[in-house]
């Protein structure tokens, strides 16, 4: 994986699809330009229904989430676990859906996530 830009947005989701998606308590997702992103290794593809503007891509090797790209926005979300540094959330998304609550107070926290993601 390697990636040309700055991310454009990092956030935290907390619907059900994405605690499945990836086993855990939610993802961990930065916004990227799709141009900017480059994945070395070979992916298997996911969607969830016919028309869903997220196809989910996985590892074809170990299955683990890699990105979740969004074609007619132009934009990829690279799992956040997969990128070096810190992951600085500017927003937790579907937050009623949480199975855990989260410390970081000042993060805004919405119902559900904006439109066009």
């Not at 090797?61 to 070096?84: A, E, F, R, T, W």
Request: with cysteine.
């Amino acid at each position: 994986l390697k990636i040309h830009r700055p991310p454009g947005r990092q956030y935290l989701c907390h619907c059900d699809e994405c605690r499945r998606w990836t086993g855990s308590v939610g993802q961990a997702m930065t916004l990227f330009p799709r141009d900017s992103v480059w994945i070395s290794g070979l992916l298997v593809s996911h969607r969830r229904f016919p028309g869903c503007i997220s196809c989910r891509k996985a590892c074809a090797k170990c299955h683990s989430c890699v990105l979740n790209d969004k074609p007619d926005l132009q934009m990829v979300d690279v799992c956040g676990g997969l990128l070096p540094g810190a992951f600085m959330p500017e927003a937790h998304y579907h937050y009623e859906e949480r199975v855990m609550t989260f410390a970081c107070s000042d993060v805004p926290k919405f119902e559900d996530a904006p439109p066009e993601l």
